[in-house]
């Protein structure tokens, strides 16, 4: 009877001991490298975004009403994804965070292209203008850079133009400035379009 006690003494923390997981086992359960979640917490990736955004101003605004004033956020907001690829929007909201979003909408119903030069500068020189507002674009040797500021700037970075010479005349209103500048842009011809305007001819026929 004494040995059949101290058997059972003895078996019993090994019994325990089994049916309970060591730390070690419930933490590999819980964080699982492969992508498995028992109960515990994800450490999913966010996805990239397809575009680089930048704001440009976010300004108050007020308007004033029969019962008293209004007060609103306005954003400006220019995305690109530096190969190209550009576009600007504008978004207004009680809130920042709102205002943002709505203008990152915007940017992207928005979007433009442009064809770039060797070296990452533009074609040819152009002038955009936009209500008092005018912004000269000329292209620039590789490793000039972009001599530019401001809304000029930051439309430019993002649409992949890294050397450039620009100048602003009249209004330097941001909103105003990006919108000429994006006429600018617009105006940007390639070889193959003028040499198809001027011979009807394109690079391929050429080539023959």
Partial sequence: MAENEEKK???????????KPSRNARGNGRFNRNGGNKGGRRFNSRPQPEYDEKVIRISKVTKVVKGGKRMKFTALTVIGDKKGKYGYGLGKSGEVPEAIKKSLNAANRNMFKVQLAKGDTIAHTVMGHFGATQVFL???PEG???VAGGAVRAILEL???????SKIYGSRTQTNVVKATVDALKQLKSFDSVNKTRFNKTTAEEAK
């Fill in 159 to 165: 649409a992949g133009v890294r050397n450039v010479y």
């Fill in 138 to 140: 000329k292209p620039a």
């Fill in 9 to 19: 003494v003895v078996e019993t923390p090994a019994a325990d001991a089994g049916n």
């Fill in 144 to 146: 000039t850079g972009l």
